[in-house]
């Protein structure tokens, strides 16, 4: 009995005309889903700091220590902590609030070539003085 049933079933399956799937819809939101992930991770890159005009340098080379703290320094000589507008004398006392124990800090200096030279050869020097504070120059390609 069991297998006329198959077979009846069989047939009945060979009868019947086969169903097409219409799968534009789904390729609609794939392609929805894809541009949005697509536009999103254009805004996920990270910058620190204000944005300044970097001077080019042909030996810099990307720092694989991620940076602690951010000073910048703007074309009209402002200098910033972390985004946070701070004095030139006051990058040492700040810098050192940052310090944690044990801990080393990694400093990068974002200077726009408009900046005088004095200036920035100032925090540096400031920089220098603390324990335990390494510094970087951010600088862009050429």
């Known amino acids: 009995?069991?297998?006329?049933?198959?077979?009846?079933?069989?047939?009945?399956l060979a009868n019947q005309p086969m169903e097409i799937k219409n799968i534009l819809p789904l390729m609609d939101v794939i392609f929805a889903l894809l541009t949005f992930f697509v536009m999103s991770s254009l805004?996920?890159?990270?910058?620190?700091?204000?944005?300044?005009?970097?001077?080019?340098?042909?030996?810099?080379?990307?720092?694989?220590?991620p940076a602690r703290a951010t000073i910048s320094i703007n074309d009209k000589a402002e200098v910033?902590?972390?985004k946070q507008k701070i004095g030139?004398?006051?990058?040492?006392n700040r810098?050192?609030?940052l310090l944690e124990p044990n801990q080393d800090l990694?400093?990068?200096l974002n200077a726009d070539r408009l900046v005088p030279h004095g200036d920035v050869v100032q925090i540096m020097d400031q920089l220098r003085q603390i324990p335990r504070v390494k510094m970087a120059?951010?600088?862009k390609s050429s």
Request: glycine share 4%; aromatic share 4%.
């Open 43 to 65: 805004f996920l890159n990270r910058t620190e700091g204000l944005p300044v005009s970097l001077p080019q340098a042909q030996s810099g080379t990307l720092q694989k220590t």
């Open 106 to 108: 990694v400093v990068v």
């Open 88 to 92: 030139l004398t006051e990058v040492s």
């Open 95 to 97: 810098v050192k609030d």
């Open 1 to 12: 009995m069991s297998r006329r049933l198959r077979r009846r079933h069989e047939n009945e």
């Open 137 to 139: 120059i951010a600088t």
């Open 80 to 82: 910033f902590l972390n």
